[in-house]
């Protein structure tokens, strides 16, 4: 039969298995150390000498990996430490006695520190503790003037005071931190009596079923999910039951009256059997339902350590994990065990054996038809062991018997292959995070991968990624990135070698981003670096922020319009408007078309006078001009708007643009003459281009000025010829308009004429002018006018065959039968010819 | 419509996810909000509302969220608070925040994104309706829009699958190109069977002629007298005959609008009227039936009828509204000179034309668009006549027209021959000896002899002209001339044709180096020829009668061609 081999040890429904022998070397153990290890076989930190309070001796703080390899060291130079704990990211929190929390890296790294608060540092610290919640990692305090303080997460401090507990006039005999229902609470115990405290409320509890010889609560403690709560009474009862107090689980005597050191619970999830571990000094007893104890001893001061699925127990030495036997190996390792697994296992080693019984224990399982119940047994069970050789063994079992079933899916073995072979790798010596397969599953690939990244394990981080096919987006990229942005911090080496290194171990990974890497070369102060590494960032948007912290601003605004993100030209020209002078920003500008352009836009809604400014520095008198023009007509005062004019003919004449400058003269005029002519006939006309000012002139019967106009601006004949004719003829003046037309030659020949009478409905006035009408254009007329007759006539006297038709297409058969043969004798001859 | 007429042309993908995406992020960002009051247009003006908060939905304009900043500062002068939210559309710029800040107003003030790239406007049309794009992009030399042009393809690639190619031409095509797979390289890649085959960017400032072209497609025509506003049109009184003004939505859901939407107006006419016959016919139909013929004719026809009538009596308004301004002498003159100009004949006359035009002061607009039109087919006007009119033009409609040719020469559309000076020198010699209309004709011969115009060397490499003097019969299109009377093939979209053609720009090398180059195509790693919808963007805009061509060019081709414009 298989037994556990020299490392675990079988205590009753627990076992116990030696992690690692301590590389440390401490010459005391733990003794007068302060201790704190994170959870999930994260690192520990050691106060040490902290208990001898003599200036001249300094505590010293060392932080170790799981398996007692040195990180960090360094002498404590701050206050007095009240209390250490690691946050849920492997950071080091040190609560001092005034209420100042220091955060630590792994690396012993200083990174910040924040307070808890004025009337905690007045008070002073009486005792912490330090707790995770979904929130983050908390800290809660109890204060020399026995009041609470607590802040659920440190990355986000919102301090809250919880209220008063009534009749406490010393320190409470002990308390712990809960969660429950989205709330983080403080449960406090006063002697005997029991309190909850939350945000608003002190609320009296009692345990349900709690022994009456108890007159005091001496030690308590929650488990790893919060949900599990151990009271110890002086009595030297335990008392276990669920959290909200309102179930009693078991109560245990431990016959040991002195208050114990420590108390854990030891359970693993879903599991039914409560259990929780109180040690003394040597002594460590774990009670569970029944009445009977587990007692073990103890040769060093220890420190335990309650995990999700049991208890790590630390000394000087020695590292082990207690835990309940998990199902799988209890059913497989029982004596006597006739579990599926168990025969399973049993098979398989004789067929190892080449011998026949393989056959008969299989037989076995597979007439219960639970072969596949087997493997999956087995299966689970490596994934609890810890050694690789049992671990082996159980794993050949279960692809033994796979073989003997058809469709078993493989998803569950392949997988756990993998896992244990990671978890293998991280629980090394050499790295020391003896993670279990539950807990990894907890935790994730991801928080592992950034676990290792934290340790500066690139390599084999780089390896579990690859290994468990991660997407390289969030695997090998990732890991590659803290890998660069470690490396630019490394000072000894020069800035092309890192720059070089970088981008070549970098140069085939997907989603890297080269500024966050050129950002941390800049943040330890190596400018000339983060240079050289953002020209490797291929997205030039990137480049941008961090040239402009760097104050790079003539490269960051050419990178920004390289990029072709106006957005980005805009931010980068912003930025340098508020930075440089005027002159310096202007002259980085005219180097720059783009943002140039780009700033005048913004000046045309924001600055006008900038605009101006800017053209100036151009000296582009062009567009002075026109920024003159757009400002006179936005102008409604008429001085400011001739005034602005003139400005703008200044310029127009520099920039040799007689013909704008020729033209606003003569808008100023115009102006002016509106302006006159609105004082001494009341009508409505500054504004007006002039051919609406001439228009308006001449509906009012102000020929004189109109005509004046004309010839003042040299309006063309045409367009003159055409105003008067429409405007007199808008008006129905036939008399003003024949004498207009009896002037001179009309330029627009006399069609026109035809047309607007015709347009009025007024045939007679239109006929006078049919006959003045040219003859290229008299079958027009003559058809405007309705006279079917003259337009024949005209038609056939030109000869034009295309006329003709014309003409012939809108007589009428009916009424004119003769015109049309006539018309028709004509075009016979027209197109003979 | 277009696929019909294929046995396999593909069906269009389901853009209404498109607006079911958008739309489900504005609620949650609405939702944010609690309890929408009133809507209002963001003016400058003091809203009237005794609601504490106000959320502001916009564009990222600076003039907008300068409006914005002004209320709130009054608001905090008259000693009220409220909350407010502006939520950008469809990005936030920089520029927008600085203005606020600049205002003062940064800290009262809480932002959002919404981002909403495309509208899908019709089956096969989607819109980032950015109207500013053009301007931005193409005077102001602003390339705000280029990412914003980029997501948008992102999305689309994201919710339709990846292109198998891509062509370009044009400064800003190449440019949101780069954004696009800059975009793609940060996220992740989706493999999904692809409904886009291709995609064409082309800048708008590749052809600019097509654009300033009078239309005569009746869905053209239409925008050009009614204006077309995120696909629904507003008919005033004129066309609905009633005193109320009707608002259309304009797709192909529209029955009637959809069979004469790609049609020459002149089709349009006689199309309704046997439209209005086999209606009439169907209404006849109740005449002698029984009452159960009756019970299922008004319950399964009627309906159908009533709303088909109604559409019906709408388009004929709107065609007979088109009647009266179009078949005018005017309009057929302004027709006339517009094929001049792309045949490139009678220069002399156009120019006289154009001249007139402004002086009766026709129309603002068609002015200025004929100026463009010539200066663009003749590679600028001579200095004389570029003076000689502008001058006209700025006594016509104001001196403040100046910025406004400034802003045209700034974008190429209307320029001043600058190498002219010696001629002039020559010409006033020769006119000396002969009288002025000869000396006319002696310009054109010299100008031409002194440069090669880039439109009529294009035009005559791709035969954008068909020759004249055949007959076009406009019922039966022949090809994408029909759009324009069968006068001028859409360079834009005679582009697009050529290169779907070769599957590429080879060949045409010549005809790129007189676009200014910047052509490129693209083909992607997984190459699926299953699927022929093919995507065109027009980066700055594009007419109806450029879309009108390319469905017709679908139908020839049994591509689906799916147009794009900002």
Redesign the interface.
């Known amino acids: 039969f298989v037994a556990y081999r020299g490392q675990t040890e079988l205590l009753g429904p627990l076992r116990k298995i030696e992690l690692y022998e301590m590389g440390w070397n401490l010459k005391d153990g733990l003794r007068e150390c302060l201790v704190a290890a994170a959870p999930y076989g994260g690192p520990i930190a050691l106060l040490k000498g902290h208990y001898r309070r003599s200036p001249s001796a300094r505590p010293q703080l060392e932080i170790y990996s799981s398996s007692g390899l040195p990180l960090a060291s360094f002498p404590w130079k701050s206050g007095v430490v009240k209390q250490l704990g690691w946050t849920v990211s492997d950071d080091l929190l040190c609560v001092q006695e005034d209420g100042t929390v220091l955060v630590y890296d792994l690396w012993g790294g200083f990174k910040r520190h924040f307070s808890m608060g004025n009337e905690v540092s007045q008070s002073q610290v009486l005792e912490t503790k330090i707790f995770h919640s979904p929130y983050g990692t908390g800290v809660a305090i109890l204060t020399g003037a026995l009041r609470f303080t607590l802040a659920t997460n440190i990355d986000d401090i919102k301090l809250r005071r919880l209220p008063e507990v009534p009749g406490l006039q010393e320190a409470p005999s002990c308390w712990a931190v809960l969660t429950q229902d989205r709330q983080s609470k403080v449960l406090v115990a006063n002697g005997s009596q029991l309190f909850i405290l939350d945000n608003t409320a002190c609320t009296p509890v009692t345990p349900p079923g709690l022994s009456p010889q108890a007159s005091s609560i001496v030690h308590m403690c929650v488990s790893f999910s919060y949900k599990y709560l151990a009271l110890l009474t002086d009595s030297g009862h335990v008392w276990m039951g669920t959290s909200n107090l309102k179930e009693k689980l078991s109560e245990v005597d431990t016959k040991i009256k002195t208050p114990p050191k420590q108390m854990a619970w030891c359970r693993r999830p879903k599991s039914q059997q409560p259990s929780a571990v109180v040690m003394w000094d040597g002594l460590l007893i774990v009670v569970g339902e029944c009445k009977e104890t587990i007692q073990y001893h103890l040769d060093d001061d220890s420190v335990l350590v309650p995990e999700l699925d049991g208890v790590r127990i630390i000394s000087g030495t020695h590292h082990e994990l207690l835990q309940e036997v998990p199902g799988a190996c209890e059913e497989i390792f029982k004596i006597a065990s006739m579990a599926p697994g168990a025969l399973l296992l049993e098979a398989h080693k004789e067929y190892e054996k080449e011998s026949q019984k393989a056959d008969e224990y299989l037989r076995e399982i597979k007439e219960q038809s639970l072969l596949s119940e087997a493997v999956r047994q087995c299966v689970e069970a490596a994934g609890h062991e810890h050694e690789p050789e049992t671990q082996k063994t159980l794993l050949r079992a279960a692809s033994f018997g796979k073989c003997f079933l058809s469709n078993f899916p493989p998803e569950q073995f392949v997988s756990m292959c993998r896992d244990l072979r990671v978890l293998n790798a991280v629980r090394d010596y050499t790295v020391g995070i003896p993670l279990t397969h539950t807990q990894f599953k907890q935790m994730t690939v991801q928080v592992l991968i950034d676990r290792l990244v934290y340790r500066k394990l690139y390599p084999l981080a780089i390896e579990v990624c690859r290994y468990l096919k991660t997407p390289e987006y969030q695997g090998v990229s990732r890991v590659l990135k803290h890998w660069a942005c470690y490396k630019v911090q490394q000072k000894e080496e020069s800035d092309e070698v890192i720059a070089k290194a970088v981008s070549v171990k970098l140069a085939d990974a997907a989603g890297i981003s080269y500024s966050e890497i050129a950002t941390k070369a800049y943040e330890s102060g190596r400018t000339e670096l983060a240079i050289k590494l953002l020209e490797f960032e291929p997205r030039s948007g990137e480049q941008v922020p961090l040239l402009l912290k760097m104050k790079k601003s003539p490269l960051a605004l050419s990178k920004a319009i390289e990029s072709g993100d106006t957005d980005l030209v805009y931010t980068v020209v912003m930025y340098l408007k508020n930075e440089l002078n005027r002159g310096d920003f202007f002259m980085m500008l005219r180097n720059q078309p783009v943002a140039l352009s780009l700033y005048k836009q913004f000046c045309k809604h924001q600055e006008q006078d900038t605009l101006k400014d800017l053209f100036n520095q151009d000296d582009d008198h062009e567009e002075l001009g026109n920024f003159y023009v757009k400002a006179s007509y936005k102008d409604q005062r008429l001085e400011a708007r001739v005034a602005l004019l003139q400005s703008a003919v200044d310029e127009y004449y520099k920039a040799k643009n007689d013909f704008s400058a020729k033209t606003t003269e003569d808008e100023m005029r115009l102006l002016r003459f509106q302006r006159k002519l609105e004082e001494e006939k009341d009508e409505q006309l500054v504004g007006f281009s002039l051919q609406d000012t001439m228009t308006t002139l001449l509906s009012v019967g102000l020929h004189k000025h109109a005509e004046q106009l004309y010839k003042d601006f040299r309006v063309p004949d045409k367009r003159f010829w055409w105003l008067k004719l429409k405007a007199l003829a808008e008006k129905e003046d036939w008399e003003e308009l024949e004498k207009f037309g009896k002037t001179k030659k009309s330029p627009i020949g006399y069609l026109p004429f035809v047309e607007v009478c015709i347009k009025h409905h007024n045939k007679y006035e239109a006929k006078k002018y049919v006959s003045k009408v040219t003859p290229e254009q008299k079958v027009k007329a003559h058809l405007a006018v309705g006279d079917m007759e003259g337009a024949a006539e005209a038609a056939i006297e030109r000869r034009n065959e295309s006329e003709i038709s014309t003409v012939l297409s809108r007589c009428s058969a009916t009424t004119d039968h003769l015109l049309m043969e006539r018309l028709n004798r004509a075009k016979a001859t027209a197109v003979k010819k | 419509m277009a696929h019909t007429e294929w046995k396999d042309a593909p069906g269009l993908p389901d853009f209404s996810l498109l607006k079911r995406l958008a739309r489900d992020q504005l609620i949650f960002l609405l939702e944010q909000q609690h309890e929408v009051d009133k809507l209002y247009k963001v003016e400058l003006k003091p809203i009237v509302s005794s609601s504490d908060q106000l959320c502001f939905l916009i564009r990222p304009r600076?003039?907008t969220v300068?409006w914005i900043s002004d209320l709130v500062n009054a608001d905090k002068v008259a000693g009220r608070f409220r909350r407010y939210k502006i939520i950008f559309t469809p990005q936030k710029?920089?520029?927008c925040e600085?203005?606020l800040e600049?205002q003062g107003v940064y800290g009262d003030v809480t932002t959002d994104e919404w981002n909403f790239y495309i509208l899908p406007l019709d089956d096969d049309i989607l819109s980032l309706e950015l109207p500013e794009f053009f301007r931005d992009n193409f005077l102001?030399?602003?390339?705000?829009w280029?990412?914003t042009a980029g997501s948008a393809l992102r999305l689309l690639q994201s919710v339709y699958g990846s292109f198998s190619k891509v062509y370009g031409i044009g400064r800003c095509a190449k440019?949101v190109y780069?954004?696009w797979r800059?975009l793609m390289e940060?996220g992740?890649q989706r493999t999904r069977q692809p409904e886009f085959a291709k995609v064409f960017l082309v800048d708008r400032d590749v052809d600019f002629v097509t654009p300033l072209c009078s239309q005569v497609v009746y869905e053209g025509l239409v925008d050009d007298l009614f204006r077309i506003k995120c696909g629904s049109v507003e008919f005033g009184p004129d066309v609905t005959s009633s005193d109320k003004s009707i608002k259309v939505m304009l797709n192909s859901q529209d029955k009637v609008f959809s069979e004469i939407r790609n049609e020459h107006f002149s089709n349009v006419f006689g199309f309704l009227s046997q439209k209005a016959k086999n209606l009439q016919t169907a209404y006849d139909k109740r005449r002698g039936m029984d009452i159960q013929q009756m019970k299922a004719f008004v319950a399964d026809e009627l309906k159908g009828l009533k709303q088909e009538h109604r559409l019906l009596s709408l388009h004929i308004g709107a065609s007979e509204s088109m009647m009266k301004k179009k078949t005018k002498q005017d309009f057929q003159e302004l027709l006339k000179t517009e094929h001049s100009l792309l045949e490139g004949f009678e220069i002399r006359e156009c120019i006289t034309y154009i001249?007139?035009h402004i002086?009766?002061?026709v129309s603002m607009i068609d002015s200025l668009r004929l100026l463009c039109l010539l200066s663009i087919t003749e590679n600028g006007l001579l200095s004389k006549d570029y003076?000689s009119l502008?001058?006209?033009y700025?006594?016509?409609?104001?001196?403040?027209h100046?910025?406004t040719f400034?802003n045209l020469r700034q974008l190429g559309l209307l320029e001043e021959q600058q190498a002219g000076e010696t001629l002039t020198v020559m010409e006033s010699k020769v006119g000396k000896l002969v009288n002025d209309k000869t000396v006319g004709k002696l310009t054109d011969a010299f100008s031409s002899l002194a440069k090669k115009s880039n439109f009529r060397a294009l035009s005559k490499r791709l035969a954008l002209v068909p020759k004249s003097g055949e007959e076009y019969d406009l019922r039966v299109p022949r090809d994408m001339a029909y759009v324009f009377s069968g006068a001028y093939i859409p360079l834009s979209c005679k582009l697009i044709e050529q290169v779907l053609e070769r599957d590429g720009w080879t060949g045409m090398e010549e005809v790129t180096r007189m676009l200014n180059g910047q052509e490129f195509a693209v083909t992607a790693r997984n190459k699926t020829d299953a699927q022929r919808i093919v995507l065109v963007m027009f980066l700055g805009g594009c007419t109806f009668s450029e879309i009108s061509a390319l469905r017709f060019l679908g139908k020839e081709r049994g591509t689906y061609y799916l147009k794009q414009m900002e």
């Not at chain 2, 700025?394 to 403040?400: A, R």
């Open positions: 600076i003039q300068k710029f920089y520029a600085t203005v600049e102001e030399g602003d390339q705000r280029v990412t440019m780069e954004s800059e940060d992740e001249e007139e002086n009766r002061q003076r502008k001058a006209q700025l006594q016509s409609y104001g001196i403040e100046l910025l400034a």
